[in-house]
């Protein structure tokens, strides 16, 4: 009984884990259309299912502890799945938790990796955003107003990262 609920509880982590897998693509596309209301609502789902998957890591915990309890290990061991399903001896139901281990692995990597471009994606707009507040700020206050040519002191100094008169 306490197997079946953990397999459950990793199906449930699973579509949750889609689900943000879901949003993460959502977000590239706002990142690259420059949507910052949208981007805004998919950050406020995506700690809407970060608590979800914090309860649902909390019962995985109980059913694991549930578990061994029920084959006999009195002992709170912080076993990964692998090391889990050494302790299942009927086939069928180690087979579906070795399938839920896999598919749940392949989830969470799809998620980093879509996470890892997005945070590139974000640099990038940053880069792009200083870059551009760079060269909009390329000419000092002074030399933006005029001045007759006779008052200007004999070394002009500039903020700006190239010097595109040289």
Not at 49 to 58: P, R, V, Y
Not at 60 to 79: T, V, W
Not at 130 to 147: K, L, V
């Amino acid at each position: 009984m306490a197997l079946t609920t953990l397999i459950e509880l990793l199906e449930r982590l699973d579509e949750v884990h889609i689900q943000m897998l879901d949003l993460a693509a959502t977000k590239k596309q706002a990142i690259m259309e420059n949507k910052i209301e949208m981007l805004i609502q998919i950050i406020n789902k995506e700690s809407k299912q970060m608590k979800t998957i914090e309860q649902l890591e909390e019962e995985r915990a109980q059913a694991i502890h549930a578990f061994l309890q029920g084959a006999g290990i009195r002992s709170n061991l912080k076993l990964n799945l692998s090391e889990l399903s050494r302790l299942v001896f009927d086939l069928d139901d180690k087979q579906r938790l070795l399938h839920i281990q896999k598919k749940l692995a392949g989830t969470l990597q799809q998620l980093k990796e879509a996470n890892a471009l997005n945070q590139q994606l974000i640099q990038q707009s940053l880069s792009y955003i200083d870059f551009s507040i760079e060269s909009m700020s390329y000419y000092s206050e002074t030399e933006a107003t005029y001045h007759h040519p006779a008052e200007k002191s004999g070394g002009v100094q500039r903020s700006g990262l190239f010097d595109t008169r040289a």
